[in-house]
């Protein structure tokens, strides 16, 4: 659905936030975008939705150049940003004016999610707390039915409870025609949630694999000593030592992706090397 072709970026052309990246997300997937604070994913899904042109390179959705803004392409994608303004309008004064420009919104479903969240459906949008408010744009945002659905931290803001049932209505709204696209830095939030990693790291994408991809390669355990094991990353904790190890013989264990995403960012190479090998089709 999203094709990123040789895509170079820059809020400054002398100094580049990206160059030549490549990547391509499919419908279906519930992707989960990581990086450190200031990585570029922001950056990264604005080129994609055609909110910041490439400095070099193409972001396309569906083959139409993102840039361009067709309104054929803006009424099929929907995006939160991080830092979200609401106006002083109720949800239902809010939905007559903006529902229009989604064709397959849905009212029911708008109202059924807001419930979910408990958020009061006749509030005035701009007096509900900052976590509310988010859930009200989360909720607008799956009712609009779009086929691209990015969303930009959403779990900020959000209490406990709130993260958890995000995760729940989120699971229930993909389709195989939707592509959802989560960036965070709270890699716990999208925990049982997202199917494939994208992650963002000194100016690359440095990984963009499904889950059980991973997992096939490398497995994922906690062992009483770190001693005796071929580590590609270790982590100390209460229980022991959590690691991860290569995974020759295939064997399944459940990716920690918070353990993942700081073995990737502390550089070890050879986590990589084995992720890629084999992995031709996702060659990055
Ligand atoms: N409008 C802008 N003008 C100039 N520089 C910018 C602009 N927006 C972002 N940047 C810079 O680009 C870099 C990447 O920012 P971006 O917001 O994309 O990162 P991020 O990974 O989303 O970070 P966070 O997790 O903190 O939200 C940062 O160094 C930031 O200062």
């Known amino acids: 659905m999203i094709q990123i072709n040789n895509l170079s970026f820059g809020y400054r052309k002398k100094n580049l936030l990206f160059q030549n990246l490549n990547l391509s997300l499919s419908r279906g997937h519930i992707y989960g975008l990581l990086g450190k604070n200031g990585a570029g ?18 972001c396309t959705i569906d083959g139409a150049d ?30 007559s004016r903006t529902a229009c420009f989604y064709p397959r919104f849905s009212e029911q479903e708008f109202y059924q999610y807001l419930a979910e969240f408990e958020v009061p459906r006749e509030a005035v949008l701009d007096k509900l707390s900052f976590g509310q408010q988010k859930k009200m744009m989360i909720a607008f945002g799956l009712a609009t039915n779009t086929d691209l659905l990015v969303m930009d931290e959403p779990t900020n803001g959000l209490d406990i409870p709130s993260k958890v049932q995000f995760r729940k209505i989120i699971a229930s709204a993909l389709t195989e025609e939707r592509c959802v696209i989560i960036s965070t830095h709270q890699v716990r939030d999208l925990e049982s949630l997202i199917d494939t ?24 355990t906690t062992v009483p000593s770190a001693q005796d094991h071929q580590l590609l990353y ?51």
């Open 234 to 284: 270790a982590e100390e904790s209460l229980r022991g030592v959590n690691v991860i190890l290569p995974n020759p013989e295939g064997v399944y264990s459940k990716v920690d992706m918070e353990l993942f995403f700081n073995a990737i960012i502390s550089g070890n190479p050879a986590i990589l090397q084995l992720l890629n090998s084999n992995h031709l089709q996702n060659a990055i």
């Open 197 to 220: 990693l994208v992650v963002v790291h000194n100016r690359e994408i440095v990984v963009n694999q499904e889950l059980d991809q991973i997992s096939e390669k490398l497995l994922f």
């Open 41 to 58: 994913k922001s950056t990264l899904l604005k080129n994609m939705i055609g909110l910041a042109y490439p400095t070099a390179g193409t």
């Open 66 to 95: 993102a840039s361009k803004r067709w309104p054929q392409v803006l009424q099929n994608l929907y995006f939160l940003p991080e830092e979200i303004y609401v106006p002083a309008l109720t949800t239902t004064q809010y939905v």
